[in-house]
């Protein structure tokens, strides 16, 4: 499955805790990737279906929308449904893996990040989204 016409490297973070989202930023740049970051879940899905990334890496305590709820709204939808979505959070255990929406990955605060960018990398590779030449 590949993703047309979504931008290889670029990744949206939803977050609005900068001791989190400030060393994935440097790791990911130092990667070459583009960041766009969202601090509030307002307007994701309609960011996401602009900005088009490879990847999403979210948290689901969001000062404004519950993260499950956009979570279930881009893979609910035909243009969206397709990103990887990973789930950065405090709260991980709020996401019910049976039940809730689908994601392609669930990293607890404190954050691996090498790993989690890692994962990223391996699960893009597979949507032939990043490549060894990309990252």
């Excluded at 490879?54 to 709820?69: Q, S």
């Amino acid at each position: 499955m590949e993703l047309y016409g979504h931008d290889r490297q670029k990744v949206i973070v939803i977050d609005n805790d900068m001791e989190s989202v400030e060393p994935l930023q440097r790791r990911l740049q130092e990667r070459g990737i583009r960041i766009v970051h969202l601090r509030v879940g307002a307007n994701a899905k309609q960011i996401v279906k602009t900005e088009r990334p490879a990847v999403i890496m979210m948290d689901l305590m969001l000062p404004d929308v519950d993260g499950k709820k956009i979570i279930r709204e881009l893979k609910d939808d035909w243009d969206t449904k397709g990103i990887p979505i990973f789930v950065i959070s405090n709260y991980v255990g709020r996401l019910d893996r049976k039940t809730g929406p689908s994601v392609e990955g669930v990293y607890s605060k404190p954050i691996d990040y090498d790993r989690l960018i890692q994962h990223a990398e391996g699960v893009a590779a597979g949507l032939k989204i990043f490549t060894q030449s990309n990252m």
